[in-house]
């Protein structure tokens, strides 16, 4: 049974301190999307891998927050430094497919953050 | 400005009868919708995908309607269970694979 995996599944930190966050996407799925989750936001899209490149990380604070995949099965996402804001579930999900046609996402359990 | 909007509040039904959820929105013009259901504490699980050139979809007892006129989905389970209660977010998705979600609605089926 096939499934992104996410680590840490919770992570506690004090603001400034550097957060990585890690994700397995399902081996084969070539588009990886990291997101985030807060009750006033909702799920926002922050940014979006197509055979590792990126392609759009245009929802990421880009002053803190940076995402790569360095190899294929492999995506990170970097907050440095952490704010009391950046308080969310941060959710990775994969995709079978780049190309023109449609195709669901599976997401992975989450990473919940907490910045004191 | 783009807009998603799903009924905030909690909808509450009886097991057996239909659940109906809408997604509506606005200055979009979207070539795919997604359906997703959420349990607290995991992530989104996958639904169904209508095509804008689709009027509805069915799948089990899920059935989708996709109205890009009215600029509105409608997303039906029948029979509905206890076990179908869970948080329902459509999404909408533009030529390049990227989903927009809306705020999502609760369900919860009494027995």
């Known amino acids: 049974d096939a499934r992104v995996t996410q680590t840490p599944r919770h992570k506690v930190t004090e603001m400034g301190q550097e957060v990585t966050m890690r994700c397995q996407p399902i081996?084969?799925?070539?588009?990886v999307f990291w997101y985030r989750q807060t009750m006033m936001q909702g799920l926002e899209l922050l940014a979006y891998?197509?055979?590792?490149?990126?392609?759009?990380d245009s929802g990421m604070p880009k002053d803190r927050f940076s995402a790569e995949m360095p190899d294929a099965t492999l995506a990170t996402l970097k907050i440095q430094p952490s704010e009391p804001r950046d308080s969310a579930v941060y959710f990775c999900?994969?995709?079978?497919?780049?190309?023109?046609?449609?195709?669901?996402?599976?997401f992975g359990p989450g990473t919940r953050l907490t910045v004191t | 400005s783009q807009k998603i909007e799903q009924n905030s509040e909690a909808l509450n039904i009886q097991e057996g009868k239909t659940a109906t959820l809408t997604c509506n929105y606005t200055?979009?013009?979207?070539?795919?919708l997604q359906w997703y259901r959420q349990d607290p504490g995991r992530g989104p699980v996958f639904l169904l995908l209508?095509?804008?050139?689709?009027k509805e979809k069915r799948k089990e007892r899920l059935k989708v309607t996709f109205d890009t006129t009215l600029k509105q989905s409608l997303f039906h389970i029948t029979a509905s269970q206890p076990a179908d209660s869970a948080t329902y977010l459509c999404?909408?998705?533009?030529?390049?694979?990227?989903?927009?979600f809306g705020g999502g609605t609760r369900l919860m089926v009494k027995p």
């Open positions: 999900a994969s995709g079978p497919s780049g190309g023109l046609s449609s195709y669901e996402q599976y």
């Open positions: 081996l084969g799925h070539n588009t």
């Open positions: 891998f197509r055979n590792r490149a990126p392609l759009d």
């Open positions: 200055n979009y013009s979207p070539a795919y």
């Open positions: 209508i095509r804008e050139n689709e």
């Open positions: 999404a909408l998705e533009n030529a390049g694979n990227m989903l927009t």
